[in-house]
């Protein structure tokens, strides 16, 4: 497959709120609760962002990184579960404000939190059947849990967007390959006109997130006749902290090899934003050569696997924007009643 | 505002497209028709400004219009761009002591308001102050 990640670029937003807090507003114990989420803090989306300015933010890093004049993007897609309209697209407003309108296609991705990753593959197919020069596909989240329900620990807001095209010297990164997982599994739901996300409790993890993201990477791996020994990093979809741990363990990947893009104990899960953040903070330190396994999860369910090797383009391209442990380090911690404000969960 | 007003806009509001004098070179935000001191002879052309300014003045805001009431207080510039307009925004996360006269700036695009829980959404653009160590720093 002749198909490269030419630019990427990563956003979340610098609110935070600790764990701590949320257990002291509902009588939970704190320490534990750390222990069992795998998460110490989350980020939150200021009361003036959305799913539309995060993935503008990350879209803009992506194309900083990518040098690559807007107008020539000739697709944009927006993996999400938070678009701000029901029926209007999150895809149009963003490929306006980057600049990328008129001459394009532009559609949402709906599937919980893998969408985005799916945005990859729909460019991905595009690219190399020539129909675009370059597509965006995003991934964002301002992910929404019902207050005092056991998701609100996690539930973060954050994106990041790759732009793909063909493979050359200017990529950071080829696609070797993907393959994906999908069944019908009702481990997560929301209604048409409900706020907040229903699911079915913890035993779902069994046949939802680890049945489907095993299968991916193993059925990606078997494909290339790969095993974990051959992959520097991994990035797997990070629902909570514990999760992606056990998935990497389960298929024999080492704790260094998804160190660096395992970032759920520090912003949370940010959903359609997780893996590919994951996969974006892994760039942002890794060398020419090396080999990367990403993949994410939706509940409903599906996992995509990608198996990519780092290009030389990385190393002029990586400093051309924000990394993920900038947005990490800058940050503010607000309390929980600040939280409920900038999430507009007061009644009034 | 109605909708068709910006929607007219957008192209103002979403990527700060301003206008350019082809005869003295200089840069109008919000556009211009008519270059003011080459009159005829100058040709304004569609111009994308970058974004990045500096803050020119600035106040910090404690009573303000409905649609701002959720975000008080908050701080409003205004910026010079770097090629030479100065424009009115309000400075996103961030609060008033954080701010100096000076500082530097990148627009950045956030949802302005909203015409109530049914109508559209505006987006624009506010400043963010560039800080060197964290994510602004690009
Ligand atoms: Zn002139």
């Known amino acids: 497959m002749e198909v490269g990640i030419v630019g990427y670029g990563a956003y979340i937003p610098r609110y935070r709120l600790r764990v701590e807090e949320i257990a002291r507003m509902w009588g939970a114990d704190p320490q534990q609760t750390k222990r069992s989420f795998g998460v110490e803090e989350k980020a939150v989306a200021g009361p003036d962002e959305d799913t539309v300015t995060i993935s503008v933010e990350a879209a803009k890093n992506a194309l900083r990184r990518g040098g690559v004049d807007p107008s020539l993007v000739g697709a944009v897609y927006v993996g999400s579960e938070s678009h701000p309209y029901a029926v209007k697209p999150t895809a149009t407003i963003v490929a306006e404000a980057v600049g990328a309108t008129p001459e394009m296609t532009a559609a949402d991705f709906e599937f919980a939190c893998k969408a985005g990753t799916a945005g990859i593959q729909a460019c991905m197919g595009m690219v190399e059947a020539g129909m675009i020069k370059y597509g965006m596909a995003i991934g964002a989240d301002t992910a929404q849990s019902s207050p005092g329900d056991p998701l609100e620990y996690a539930a973060a807001a954050g994106g990041a967007a790759f732009l793909v095209g063909k493979l050359d010297r200017e990529a950071v990164a080829s696609i070797e390959a993907t393959y994906s997982y999908t069944t019908d599994t009702p481990d997560f739901w929301r209604r048409e006109m409900r706020p907040y996300p229903r699911h079915g409790g913890r035993f779902t993890g069994r046949p939802g997130y680890f049945k489907h993201t095993l299968s991916a990477a193993q059925g990606l791996m078997r494909k290339l006749g790969l095993t974990p020994r051959d992959f520097d990093h991994a990035v797997f979809h990070q629902p909570n902290g514990r999760f992606p741990v056990e998935v990497a363990s389960e298929l024999g990947f080492s704790m260094s090899q998804i160190r660096a893009g395992l970032l759920s104990p520090k912003i949370g899960n940010t959903y359609s934003g997780a893996a590919m953040l994951g996969l974006a903070a892994i760039l942002d330190g890794a060398k020419e050569g090396e080999r990367i396994l990403a993949v994410s999860y939706g509940s409903g369910a599906g996992s995509d696997a990608f198996s990519l090797i780092v290009r030389e383009g990385i190393e002029r391209k990586r400093d051309l924007a924000p990394k993920v442990s900038d947005y990490l380090e800058d940050k503010v911690y607000i309390d929980y009643a600040t939280y409920c404000k900038f999430t507009r969960k007061l009644v009034r | ?138």
């Open chain 2, 1 to 138: 505002m109605h909708v068709p007003r910006f929607w007219r806009e957008i192209p103002n509001r979403y990527t700060l497209v301003g206008t350019r004098c082809g005869h003295c070179n200089k840069v109008f935000f919000p556009p211009r028709a008519i270059c003011p001191r080459c009159r005829r002879v100058g040709q304004l052309e569609p111009f994308r400004l970058s974004g990045r300014g500096r803050i020119h003045s600035f106040t910090t805001v404690y009573s303000g219009p409905r649609d701002f009431k959720d975000q008080l207080p908050y701080v409003l510039a205004i910026v010079e761009l770097e090629e030479g307009p100065r424009v009115m925004a309000q400075v996103t996360d961030c609060n008033g002591e954080e701010v100096k006269i000076g500082d530097e700036v990148e627009m950045v695009f956030r949802r302005i308001k909203e015409e109530g829980e049914e109508g559209i959404i505006h987006y624009g653009f506010k400043a963010r102050l560039v800080r060197k160590a964290g994510a602004g720093g690009s």
